[in-house]
């Protein structure tokens, strides 16, 4: 049930980018299986480069392991993320399909150009980039004020000249005390040689 709600939406990009097709056609017959708690995916590439759900007897040639929020980190295309995932088996298919999964884009204003039309499907997709780019922007900007807030008016965090000194008098006060140390262990040791 899980393959049937995958294999058709990534197969529709894959029809989309015709380069990707043709990579993963090299690798048809293997299988490739994700594990994401609680769920268990196995995906077998076809002869014409598409996915197919594999069959529960085959053993895959890779296999990827990862958690929600990582699987959340890869969609929203944190590079670090995927390194994160780990994976056994066929070197060279998982870093095809680590190529892809970096790669591949869902071309979202042919699909609704064919519901709403060119004109408005363009339309669509600049709101909501816009969107995208004004919400991106609006929490830029809510985590410098908070910054400021938090060393400005409510001092909760430092500032970097501030830490800077703080690190310098503990430097200091570090020295001071290896030379008082020093200075010590030299009368210790004259009064130990006048006893």
């Known amino acids: 049930m899980l393959a049937g709600a995958v294999v058709g939406p990534v197969n529709h990009i894959l029809r989309g980018e015709s380069w990707a097709l ?11 299986r994700f594990r994401l708690p609680p769920f268990d995916l196995s995906l077998t590439v076809t002869d014409t480069g598409e996915l197919a759900a594999a069959q529960p007897e085959v053993s895959p040639e890779v296999t990827f392991s990862l958690t929600p929020g990582l699987l959340l980190r890869i969609l929203v295309a944190d590079e670090r993320a995927f390194q994160e995932v780990q994976t056994a088996g066929d070197a060279a298919f ?10 591949l884009r869902w071309d ?4 609704l150009s ?10 669509i997709v600049q709101t909501g980039a816009r969107i995208m780019g004004w ?10 004020n908070l910054a400021e807030y938090w060393t400005e008016e409510q001092p909760l965090l430092a500032k970097g000249r501030q830490v800077e000194a703080f690190v310098k008098d503990v430097d200091t ?13 030299r009368l210790t040791r004259t009064i130990e040689n006048r006893n």
């Open 108 to 111: 979202a204003e042919e699909d």
């Open 114 to 123: 064919h519901l709403v039309g060119d004109i408005l499907a363009h339309r």
């Open 94 to 103: 998982a870093t095809e399909i680590f190529y892809l999964s970096k790669n």
């Open 22 to 32: 043709k990579r993963l056609q090299a690798f048809a017959g293997r299988t490739a």
């Open 135 to 144: 919400r991106a922007q609006a929490m830029l900007s809510l985590a410098r």
């Open 173 to 185: 006060l570090r020295d001071d005390v290896e030379r008082l140390e020093k200075r010590v262990e």
